[in-house]
């Protein structure tokens, strides 16, 4: 079992940054890629970022250039880095870490942008 807490979420205005952390414990060997997904109110989940564990990243397109994810290795810890914040980027987000087979979500942050 792999145990993920996310944390950096709240209220920020338009134009506002943010960072978000997960840490990831537990049953963490073997894992292929840690991401971030966003759930707004009545729309899907969606994948946000994701970075592999070679480093390579990739990208929604509505945060490109915006967004960017990194890890720490040695804490078991990825990122979200959210700069230019718009009122469309409110959502709950959610790490989620894969292992081959498998995957695990984290209960999620809340992020509101709002004046």
């Known amino acids: 079992q792999v145990q993920l807490v996310e944390s950096g979420g709240g209220l920020v205005q338009p134009g506002g940054s943010l960072r978000l952390s997960c840490e990831a414990s537990?049953?963490?060997?073997?894992?292929?890629?840690m991401a971030w997904y966003r759930q707004a109110p009545g729309k899907q989940r969606e994948l946000v970022a994701i970075i592999t564990k070679i480093g390579v990243t990739n990208y929604a397109d509505s945060v490109k250039g915006r967004f960017t994810i990194s890890r720490d290795s040695a804490k078991n810890t990825v990122y979200l880095q959210m700069n230019s914040l718009k009122p469309d980027d409110t959502a709950v987000y959610l790490c989620?870490?894969?292992?081959?087979?498998?995957?695990?979500w984290g209960r999620g942050t809340q992020v509101t942008v709002s004046s």
């Open positions: 989620n870490v894969r292992k081959p087979g498998t995957e695990y």
């Open positions: 537990g049953s963490i060997f073997g894992l292929i890629a």
